[in-house]
């Protein structure tokens, strides 16, 4: 057996000695540790590229990896073999596809240490946080492993003439969708998105970003190893502005998670190929607590909404709306709680917070912060870049008395940043939630359940969650999560984040007499059957 051999081999079946995939031991793990020339090896082998490039780590800003490079011309040979895998694997029994979701959630779980340690060393997160990526994935694979069959099932409906016309709603798959993946959750919004597109019969030419890829990469080879031919899933690497039209020139679908700016231009371009797209896009997420809110529970939850993965996750929250009322003791409660965050870049849990994944985002929170006091905002906690801790750190920070001049109040900072606003009325805080091109999270705090409720049902988001900043709406996975207004384009999870994935079909067989005059009618006498038939229909109760 060859090194080559032996490598693949202990790599699909070994958890010791030479298996790539096999965690450092415990400990103080550094990068050098866990991302080994090995495990680069062993998972770039399914990059379609001819050129080069690399990532670096968060932590300290050193190179981790020397990677594939993919061109326009890789893109289509990508979309070439994925074309060829797909009619194969759409026409594997749904049973078998679903199966490979559900052995996927099994070894997840089982071999969670190896991808956090890889989503820690990518994004700089804290591993904590890093763990919320491996709970979603486990949490979409299980649902769509379970429900894929309802979902997709042939459906029966109402013909046009009862008794005469029988009608079936087919599903099918689109072919190759084109998924172009953020670098904030590399994990779940990689391999979590793929998952129904898989299941539901298609392949798939991903672009994750270039800084986070290991993490996709990783996640694409232990789909292979559940049971996913290799072929079915292509990656491509590269430049947004390289790589990213040619995965919209060649797709079926498109997939896109990413800034509202990039989001209209994917949009144009598949609008003009008359394709699909679904686009999550940025947000500005407001949380309100209520006169009657628990305090104490409300500040730990903003602590959560605020300053998870430093604040780079799509639906955490930039604006704090609070009652006046209880201002000042909520803000007492929350700023304490934040003072007392620590920062770490440690491969192991404990840390509260980590770091910005680089140094764009470093500059965007300095200016918006180092605005918002020039022009008289108050610094209630943080404010401080950390480069003793790692380069890119940076405080959890809370404003106080921001204004809509500042730039803070109404631009995504996509950090670890937070303004405060005081309101007297309810219609007042939900008419300011509201005032914001974004629609994607909110969340509300009150010992009401009804009334939480109804102000939930006038907030303009995709989700809203009461008494939690996030989770519980993005976990609750039969039920649809996405954007309103500038906030994207359709939905992940539940139905919809399935049925997107497919064309449907109808099949409508007519039995016995065609829809047109027969049995001697002439054209007046079947136009005044059809007006008594559609009479008795509404008075049947026909739908």
């Not at 996927?104 to 994004?123: A, K, M, S, V, Y």
């Not at 207004?485 to 919809?496: I, T, V, W, Y």
Request: net charge neutral; charged share 20%; with cysteine.
């Amino acid at each position: 057996m060859t090194d080559a051999q032996a490598m693949e081999e202990t790599g699909r079946n070994g958890r010791s000695g030479t298996n790539p995939l096999a965690p450092a031991p415990a400990g103080a793990r550094t990068a050098a540790d866990v991302v080994t020339p090995q495990l680069v090896a062993h998972l770039t082998k399914g990059v379609t590229g001819s050129g080069r490039t690399a990532n670096h780590t968060p932590f300290t800003g050193e190179k981790l990896a020397d990677l594939p490079e993919s061109t326009p011309e890789d893109v289509a040979r990508a979309f070439e073999a994925a074309r060829a895998a797909q009619d194969v694997w759409a026409r594997t029994p749904l049973r078998q596809r679903a199966a490979v979701l559900l052995r996927f959630h099994d070894l997840i779980l089982e071999r969670q240490g190896e991808i956090l340690d890889l989503i820690q060393l990518e994004t700089g997160k804290a591993r904590l946080h890093a763990h919320e990526e491996v709970q979603a994935v486990a949490v979409a694979a299980r649902h769509y492993g379970r429900r894929a069959a309802a979902y997709l099932r042939p459906k029966r409906h109402a013909g046009a003439v009862p008794a005469l016309t029988r009608v079936t709603e087919l599903r099918h798959p689109r072919g190759v969708v084109g998924q172009i993946a953020p670098w904030n959750y590399p994990l779940e919004l990689s391999v979590g998105d793929a998952l129904p597109a898989f299941v539901a019969g298609n392949a798939v030419v991903m672009k994750p970003d270039t800084e986070t890829c290991l993490t996709a990469l990783w996640a694409r080879d232990l789909l292979i190893e559940a049971g996913l031919p290799a072929d079915v899933w292509q990656v491509v690497l590269g430049d947004g502005p390289v790589v990213g039209p040619e995965i919209v020139r060649h797709a079926d679908y498109v997939s896109f998670t990413g800034s509202t700016r990039t989001g209209r231009e994917v949009a144009r371009g598949a609008a003009a190929r008359l394709v699909g797209v679904s686009l999550e896009l940025g947000g500005k997420n407001a949380m309100l607590v209520l006169d009657d809110a628990d305090l104490d529970k409300a500040a730990a939850g903003a602590v959560r909404a605020c300053f998870s993965s430093a604040g780079q996750l799509c639906i955490s929250v930039e604006r704090l709306y609070v009652h006046e009322s209880v201002a000042d003791a909520f803000l007492e409660r929350f700023a304490a709680r934040t003072r007392a965050m620590r920062l770490g870049t440690s491969l192991a849990y404990g840390a509260d917070m980590g770091s910005l994944a680089g140094p764009g985002q470093l500059q965007t929170v300095i200016h918006h912060v180092e605005e918002a006091l020039d022009q008289g905002a108050t610094l209630v906690a943080g404010g401080t870049a950390r480069p003793d801790i790692g380069p890119y750190f940076y405080e959890p920070t809370i404003l106080d008395g921001v204004t809509e001049s500042m730039t803070v109040c109404s631009d995504e900072t996509f950090g670890p940043v937070v303004s405060v606003y005081r309101f007297s009325s309810d219609d007042e805080a939900v008419e300011r939630a509201n005032s914001t091109p974004y629609g994607l999270n909110s969340s509300v705090w009150t010992r009401d359940g009804r009334r939480g409720r109804e102000i939930a049902a006038r907030l303009r988001t995709g989700t809203v969650n009461i008494n939690e900043g996030y989770a519980s709406a993005y976990g609750s996975v039969q039920s649809p999560m996405g954007g309103m207004k500038d906030s994207g384009l359709g939905r992940r999870h539940g139905a919809e984040g399935i049925l997107k994935y497919t064309e449907a079909q109808t099949v409508a067989h007519q039995r016995l007499l065609p829809m047109a005059p027969a049995l001697g009618m002439d054209d007046e006498k079947y136009a005044a059957f059809m007006t008594r038939s559609l009479r008795l229909m509404k008075a049947f109760r026909f739908r």
